[in-house]
Nanobody
Framework: QAQLVESGGGLVQAGGSLRLPCAAS???????IGWFRQAPGKEREFVGA????????YYADSVRGRFAISRNKDKNTDYLQMNNLKPEDTAVYYC????????????????????WGQGTQVTVSS
Protein backbone atom coordinates (compact mmCIF):
# COMPACT_ATOMS: atom_id res chain seq x y z
CA GLN A 1 0.00 0.00 0.00
CA ALA A 2 0.92 3.64 -0.30
CA GLN A 3 -0.27 6.90 1.14
CA LEU A 4 0.00 10.22 -0.65
CA VAL A 5 -0.80 13.67 0.66
CA GLU A 6 -0.92 16.80 -1.50
CA SER A 7 -0.78 20.34 -0.19
CA GLY A 8 0.05 23.83 -1.37
CA GLY A 9 -3.08 24.67 -3.30
CA GLY A 10 -4.70 28.07 -3.18
CA LEU A 11 -5.88 31.11 -5.07
CA VAL A 12 -3.43 32.82 -7.42
CA GLN A 13 -3.70 35.41 -10.16
CA ALA A 14 -3.07 34.53 -13.77
CA GLY A 15 0.65 34.55 -14.48
CA GLY A 16 1.49 33.55 -10.93
CA SER A 17 3.10 30.43 -9.52
CA LEU A 18 2.37 27.71 -7.01
CA ARG A 19 4.30 24.68 -5.82
CA LEU A 20 2.42 21.58 -4.76
CA PRO A 21 4.19 19.00 -2.59
CA CYS A 22 3.16 15.36 -2.67
CA ALA A 23 4.38 13.51 0.41
CA ALA A 24 4.49 9.77 -0.20
CA SER A 25 4.84 6.88 2.22
CA UNK A 26 4.51 3.12 2.08
CA UNK A 27 5.43 1.21 -1.04
CA UNK A 28 6.59 3.76 -3.58
CA UNK A 29 10.03 2.62 -4.70
CA UNK A 30 9.86 1.34 -8.25
CA UNK A 31 6.47 2.87 -8.94
CA UNK A 32 5.58 5.90 -11.03
CA ILE A 33 4.31 8.98 -9.20
CA GLY A 34 1.93 10.95 -11.35
CA TRP A 35 0.01 14.20 -11.18
CA PHE A 36 -3.53 14.69 -12.41
CA ARG A 37 -6.11 17.41 -12.24
CA GLN A 38 -9.85 17.56 -12.47
CA ALA A 39 -11.91 20.63 -13.18
CA PRO A 40 -15.66 20.72 -12.43
CA GLY A 41 -17.60 18.78 -15.02
CA LYS A 42 -14.48 17.47 -16.74
CA GLU A 43 -12.59 14.21 -16.86
CA ARG A 44 -9.52 13.69 -14.71
CA GLU A 45 -6.59 14.88 -16.81
CA PHE A 46 -2.98 13.74 -16.79
CA VAL A 47 -0.54 16.54 -15.93
CA GLY A 48 2.83 14.83 -15.59
CA ALA A 49 4.76 12.03 -13.93
CA UNK A 50 8.23 10.95 -12.96
CA UNK A 51 9.79 7.73 -14.15
CA UNK A 52 10.84 5.46 -11.34
CA UNK A 53 14.25 4.64 -12.77
CA UNK A 54 15.69 7.80 -14.25
CA UNK A 55 13.45 10.32 -12.48
CA UNK A 56 13.07 12.16 -15.76
CA UNK A 57 9.65 13.81 -15.80
CA TYR A 58 7.24 13.82 -18.70
CA TYR A 59 4.26 16.12 -19.17
CA ALA A 60 0.98 16.70 -20.89
CA ASP A 61 1.19 19.08 -23.82
CA SER A 62 -1.07 21.56 -22.03
CA VAL A 63 1.47 22.18 -19.27
CA ARG A 64 4.83 21.42 -20.85
CA GLY A 65 7.16 24.40 -20.47
CA ARG A 66 5.14 25.87 -17.60
CA PHE A 67 5.05 23.04 -15.05
CA ALA A 68 7.99 21.11 -13.64
CA ILE A 69 8.17 18.01 -11.46
CA SER A 70 11.01 17.42 -9.04
CA ARG A 71 11.77 14.99 -6.25
CA ASN A 72 13.36 15.20 -2.83
CA LYS A 73 14.39 11.65 -2.05
CA ASP A 74 15.31 12.44 1.55
CA LYS A 75 11.79 13.65 2.21
CA ASN A 76 10.13 11.13 -0.12
CA THR A 77 8.29 14.06 -1.60
CA ASP A 78 7.56 15.04 -5.20
CA TYR A 79 6.84 18.61 -6.15
CA LEU A 80 4.75 20.09 -8.94
CA GLN A 81 6.04 23.58 -9.68
CA MET A 82 3.44 25.49 -11.67
CA ASN A 83 4.47 28.72 -13.37
CA ASN A 84 2.65 31.16 -15.63
CA LEU A 85 -0.66 29.83 -14.38
CA LYS A 86 -3.76 30.37 -16.48
CA PRO A 87 -7.45 30.37 -15.51
CA GLU A 88 -7.84 27.08 -17.38
CA ASP A 89 -5.41 25.50 -14.90
CA THR A 90 -8.08 25.82 -12.22
CA ALA A 91 -8.80 22.33 -10.89
CA VAL A 92 -8.31 19.94 -8.01
CA TYR A 93 -4.80 18.53 -8.31
CA TYR A 94 -3.96 14.99 -7.29
CA CYS A 95 -0.83 12.92 -7.02
CA UNK A 96 -1.00 9.18 -7.38
CA UNK A 97 1.11 6.00 -7.41
CA UNK A 98 1.08 3.71 -10.41
CA UNK A 99 -0.61 0.35 -10.24
CA UNK A 100 2.29 -1.43 -11.92
CA UNK A 101 5.70 -1.92 -10.40
CA UNK A 102 8.52 -0.90 -12.71
CA UNK A 103 6.37 0.25 -15.62
CA UNK A 104 8.12 -0.06 -18.96
CA UNK A 105 6.28 2.82 -20.60
CA UNK A 106 5.00 6.24 -19.66
CA UNK A 107 2.00 5.96 -17.40
CA UNK A 108 -0.58 8.56 -18.47
CA UNK A 109 -3.98 6.95 -17.94
CA UNK A 110 -5.68 7.52 -14.62
CA UNK A 111 -6.75 3.88 -14.38
CA UNK A 112 -3.10 2.90 -14.39
CA UNK A 113 -2.77 4.54 -10.99
CA UNK A 114 -3.88 2.77 -7.84
CA UNK A 115 -3.32 5.01 -4.83
CA TRP A 116 -4.43 8.64 -4.78
CA GLY A 117 -4.05 11.60 -2.51
CA GLN A 118 -7.05 13.59 -1.35
CA GLY A 119 -6.39 16.42 -3.78
CA THR A 120 -5.70 20.12 -3.36
CA GLN A 121 -7.66 22.95 -4.97
CA VAL A 122 -5.88 25.37 -7.28
CA THR A 123 -7.84 28.40 -8.44
CA VAL A 124 -6.39 30.84 -10.96
CA SER A 125 -8.17 34.16 -11.31
CA SER A 126 -8.05 36.22 -14.49
Amino acid sequence: QAQLVESGGGLVQAGGSLRLPCAASGRTFGYEIGWFRQAPGKEREFVGATTWSSEIPYYADSVRGRFAISRNKDKNTDYLQMNNLKPEDTAVYYCARSRKLIPSNEVRAHDEYEYWGQGTQVTVSS
